[in-house]
């Protein structure tokens, strides 16, 4: 007998519940920044991604109103038939220039961005090799092409090319995040690079967190490892962490673009961005690839964030980046440490299982530019208060 489809979704949600992996979205009144009101309470916010603080810049705001005015809402239909606005021609030019690639090309968002690159370039006869904590949009993207997928052991360039000598015939993608999302580690970009070459493999690098962060002019992970094209052929990033608002692209040599652009079903298929969102982000890029003074404050923050979380003897990580994951293992503690810290007025979020393996909970602690040091000061007093009992006891047992 067939279920009603509420009984269905009222188990579903039960196995959840049981589980005690029931989440809820809190409601944000206001802008977005280093304070937010969440579900009512003021707090200060490190879980977020925009970690040049643009997301709430009023230059970007005035553009995409003026766009707004100018152009309207919506684009209107899908980039191939008329969605395809001379602010996102402008907005892919400046990024290919921006990441040193012959050109890019917009998706709506950077899960659409991962998906439809990989499925558009692979298929059932081909590799997929990919590390062990990549992105969820990254492994949906291998899992729709239908490759044979090989996963390698995180960050182990050694093992990644075990992988690719053990692919049959066919092509191979190498595919990797730059900034691994909740571990905050950085790939072995260069390693993975001359193991790609050895064994004639294209490699694809996410560089969502690490565009707007690292590099010359902010120009990502990947430029700051001097990677071109010939060595990372597919360059993938967001604009909707350091760039402030949403979108993201891929980049690489003109004939690579042309052929996505002709086949990624998520591209084809979808309305095309608002022009005037195009217009934010090309005020984005302009501030961000000019943000050298918020780059300096940030890194500055992250080095006396860790300092300090050091000295209170929390299981600090070894990522020099903004994303600062404190791994307390246990669920319930991590889940614990967020309560005891939103009571103190810091907002940071328990990453759990299914989102990290079991036994890996953790807090994780996003800074950004728009944070200040008092601020930092703040959250390692909380952390002192609430998080470092805990850890203490938990290392004596
Ligand atoms: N790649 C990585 C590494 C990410 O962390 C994210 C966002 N969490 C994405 C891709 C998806 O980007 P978007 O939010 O633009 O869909």
Request: net charge neutral; hydrophobic share 45%.
């Amino acid at each position: 007998m067939t279920q009603t489809l509420a009984a269905y979704c009222r188990e579903r949600v039960a196995v959840v519940r049981a589980a005690d992996r029931f989440r809820r979205r809190r409601v944000i009144e206001g802008a977005h920044g280093s304070v937010v009101v969440a579900d009512g309470q003021r707090c200060v916010n490190f879980c977020s991604n925009d970690y040049l603080g643009l997301a709430s810049e009023p230059a970007l705001a005035r553009r995409m109103a003026r766009a707004g005015e100018q152009l309207g809402t919506g684009s209107a239909a899908s980039q191939l038939v008329t969605g395809h606005n001379a602010e996102h021609a402008a907005l892919e030019a400046e990024l290919a220039d921006w990441v040193g690639r012959e050109r890019a090309l917009l998706f709506s968002t950077g899960y659409a961005a991962n998906v439809g690159v990989i499925s558009a370039l692979m298929g059932k006869a081909d590799h997929v090799v990919a590390d062990a904590l990549n992105h969820a949009s990254l492994i949906d993207g291998a899992r729709l092409s239908g490759a044979q997928k090989h996963v390698y052991v995180h960050a182990d360039a050694d093992d990644a090319a075990r992988q690719l000598a053990a692919c049959g015939t066919g092509n191979r993608l190498l595919v990797t995040d730059s900034i691994f999302s909740m571990d905050g580690d950085t790939a072995p970009l260069s390693a993975l690079a001359e193991q790609a070459a050895e064994h004639s493999a294209w490699l694809a690098v996410d560089d969502a967190h690490g565009l707007g962060v690292f590099g010359p002019q902010g120009g990502g992970r990947v430029a700051e490892a001097r990677l071109d094209s010939q060595r990372v052929p597919l360059l993938l990033a967001t604009l909707g962490k350091s760039v402030g608002a949403a979108g993201a692209f891929v980049a690489g040599d003109d004939v690579v673009i042309e052929a996505i652009l002709q086949s990624a079903r998520s591209l084809i298929f979808s309305t095309a961005p608002p022009p005037a969102l195009a217009a934010a982000a090309r005020e984005g890029v302009a501030l961000a690839r000019a943000g050298d003074r918020q780059r300096v404050h940030l890194m500055a923050l992250i080095e006396r964030f860790r300092h300090g979380a050091r000295a209170l003897g929390l299981p600090v990580s070894d990522s020099d980046s903004p994303i600062q994951p404190l791994l307390l293992g246990d669920e319930a503690q991590a889940l614990a440490a967020s309560d005891a810290l939103l009571a103190r007025g810091f907002l940071v979020g328990a990453i759990r299982p299914p989102t990290v393996a079991p036994g890996t909970s953790r807090l994780r602690i996003t800074l950004t530019a728009g944070h200040d040091e008092a601020q930092v000061e703040g959250l390692l007093a909380a952390l002192a208060a609430a998080v470092a009992p805990v850890t203490a006891n938990r290392r004596r047992a």
